[in-house]
């Protein structure tokens, strides 16, 4: 365990991994492809998204609905099965992952960009990777969806002198196998 995660495991907070990418980059279903191999393994995964446009917390016909419209800061649904905590203001992935604490093993947290947490970002140019590269810190593994690429050529670009590895998405064992050895780390 590096200091890093011990220190954050010693403060109450679940490891994080990062998917990042631009829209329709393939991050939701990289996300579900990891939670299937780590749930196959018996590791709990907990996932967050964040959502870079507003949206509605819950119908406004329900009775949840009816809580915050008249005030409520914060507002939980509960049932035997299923629990939605709905609330008038943003969440930090650092308060996320305190609040997954002894119930996740691992969050697989897709966008977050700015985030400090070890990432994996997907794709579809080098303009989207030197773009990528300045706005996120911590990326430890590039997955390009271009067919054709000089992944040498690639790697050379890559801002800031990250050296992550660079891998083509066509390639899907070599990529499966790399992503989850990368989330296993983490633990």
Not at 34 to 57: P, V, Y
Request: negative net charge; aromatic residues 4%.
């Amino acid at each position: 365990m590096t200091g890093e995660v011990y220190h954050k495991a010693a403060q109450g907070t679940v490891p994080v991994l990062q998917i990042i990418g631009y829209k329709n980059s393939g991050k939701t279903t990289l996300a579900c492809r990891l939670i299937d191999a780590l749930t196959s393994r018996g590791i709990r995964a907990g996932s967050a998204k964040h959502d870079a446009h507003e949206f509605q917390l819950d119908d406004p016909d329900t009775d949840s609905s009816k809580h915050l419209l008249h005030g409520a800061v914060e507002t939980v649904l509960t049932s035997m099965a299923a629990t939605r905590i709905m609330r008038r203001s943003g969440t930090t992935l650092d308060e996320i992952a305190r609040s997954m604490y002894g119930r996740a093993d691992l969050l697989i947290a897709e966008g977050f960009k700015s985030a400090h947490y070890p990432k994996i970002a997907l794709i579809r140019s080098t303009d989207e990777m030197i773009a990528l590269g300045e706005q996120a810190t911590d990326i430890r593994l590039w997955l390009s969806w271009e067919a054709n690429a000089d992944l040498d050529s690639l790697a050379a670009k890559t801002p800031g002198g990250n050296t992550a590895p660079v891998l083509q998405l066509q390639n899907q064992a070599l990529a499966d196998q790399e992503i989850l050895s990368l989330a296993l780390s983490l633990l």
